[in-house]
Nanobody
């Protein structure tokens, strides 16, 4: 059974940073692509970024330069480093996994999801 558990969310001031973690069990990050999505109240789920089995990454257009995805295969953990956070980054952030090696930007291409972690950017 695949489980994804996010952590690291919280309240941060505008301009601050956060690092989210996603620990996977039942699925190997060394063989599968992973992604981050976010959903703000009243909005559709948005692609944040994805990392493939060998560590190549892709990001949502508006997030490039501020968000960085990485992973530790030995710990089966993916990370999302967020800097220069803005109030519009406030959302629930979800970790997702694919039964495939390659990056995907659509939520429909992901097979497994975590429960989400709240990120609130506010002064």
């Amino acid at each position: 059974q695949v489980q994804l558990v996010e952590s690291g969310g919280g309240l941060v001031q505008p301009g601050g940073s956060l690092r989210l973690s996603c620990v996977a069990s039942g699925l190997a990050l060394s063989s599968n692509a992973m992604g981050w999505f976010r959903q703000a109240p009243g909005k559709e789920r948005e692609f944040v970024g994805s990392i493939n089995w060998i560590g190549d990454t892709d990001y949502g257009w508006s997030l490039r330069g501020r968000f960085t995805i990485s992973k530790d295969n030995a710990k089966n953990t993916m990370f999302l480093q967020m800097v220069s956070l803005k109030p519009e980054d406030t959302a629930v952030y979800y970790c997702a996994a694919r039964q495939a090696k390659f990056i995907a930007t659509s939520a429909d291409n992901y097979n497994y999801w975590g429960q989400g972690t709240q990120v609130t950017v506010s002064s």
